[in-house]
């Protein structure tokens, strides 16, 4: 996949979806090397992680811990 960096937002559309799989650390190994090299010339696409990556965080916080049923013990 190769995007160049003038180009509008909309043309980086094709990235997005791997883009929020990074964010959720759930892009495959053999796809990072790709939208990381993106990503070093595309600000834009750079700031969505950043902003991905953070609500990702969050919600990861902000997730109850399981409750253990008793009658499962």
């Known amino acids: 996949m190769s995007v160049t960096m003038n ?9 997005h979806e791997a883009i929020s799989l990074l964010a959720a650390g759930c892009l495959p190994a053999e796809e990072e090397a790709d939208v990381r090299r993106h990503l070093a010339h595309c600000a834009a696409c750079a700031a969505r992680l950043a902003e991905l990556t953070a609500v990702c965080a969050s919600l990861s916080h ?7 049923h ?3 013990i």
Not at 62 to 68: D, E
């Open 70 to 72: 008793t009658a499962a």
């Open 62 to 68: 902000s997730r109850p811990a399981a409750a253990v």
């Open 7 to 15: 180009k509008p937002l909309s043309s980086c559309e094709p990235w």
